[in-house]
């Protein structure tokens, strides 16, 4: 069964970070992308960060860049969003997603985490 687990969320004052983690089974990552999204009450889900595993390449939102960071890990098959800085606004349920390169369709989805960022 393929599945993607995201871990990390929380609560956390603004200012603070928050690592979270999207770990995969029943599916390799190898050439896939893997994608962070979220979605606040209220709010369209917005796509937030993507990294390539077949060169590294990263994408940030403006909303995040320069305070997050998505890398992949030693484990295979897991993929991090460091976030610093928090904000209030970073309060969403946080997603990761995979799509197979080069498709455009993100067909693999997470559960969801909840980040709380209190001011």
């Known amino acids: ?40 009450p209220g709010k369209e889900r917005e796509g937030i960060s993507c990294i390539s595993t077949s060169d590294g390449n990263t994408y940030y939102a403006d909303s995040v860049k320069g305070r997050f960071a998505i890398s992949s890990g030693n484990a295979k098959n897991t993929v991090y969003l460091q976030m610093n800085s928090l904000k209030p606004e970073d309060t969403a349920v946080y997603y990761c997603a995979a799509r197979l390169l080069p498709d455009s369709s993100w067909v693999y989805w997470g559960q969801g985490t909840q980040v709380t960022v209190s001011s």
């Open 1 to 40: 069964e393929v599945q993607l687990v995201e871990s990390g969320g929380g609560l956390v004052q603004a200012g603070g970070s928050l690592t979270l983690s999207c770990a995969a089974s029943g599916f390799t990552f190898d050439g896939h992308a893997i994608g962070w999204f979220r979605q606040a």
